[in-house]
């Protein structure tokens, strides 16, 4: 059974630095896509970055250069490390893991940032 739990959100100033972590049950890395989306109140989720099985990762246009996803094999957790935080990235975050089209989900973390 795949469970996803997501930890490190909270309150950070516009500019600041946040790492987020997902705890993976149940997911082998080997095989499955993991993800983070993100979602704001009367918006749909939004794919915020990814790392393939084989370990390419891509981010979206609005937070690249800023955040960086990345994963511990040894540890099964993945990580997103969001710098120049802004206002705008203000959301619930999730956790996503993906086989050939199943989607599993974490929870979500709050980022709120603020000053």
């Known amino acids: 059974q795949v469970q996803l739990v997501e930890s490190g959100g909270g309150l950070v100033q516009p500019g600041g630095s946040l790492r987020l972590s997902c705890a993976a049950s149940g997911v082998i890395f080997s095989v499955y896509t993991m993800g983070w989306y993100r979602q704001t109140p009367g918006n749909q989720r939004e794919l915020v970055a990814t790392i393939t099985p084989g370990g390419t990762t891509d981010t979206a246009d609005s937070v690249k250069g800023r955040f960086t996803i990345s994963r511990d094999r040894a540890k099964n957790t993945v990580h997103l490390q969001m710098n120049s935080l802004k206002s705008e990235d203000t959301a619930v975050y999730y956790c996503?893991?993906?086989?050939?089209?199943?989607?599993?989900w974490g929870q979500g973390t709050q980022v709120t940032v603020s000053s």
């Open positions: 996503n893991a993906n086989w050939i089209g199943r989607h599993y």
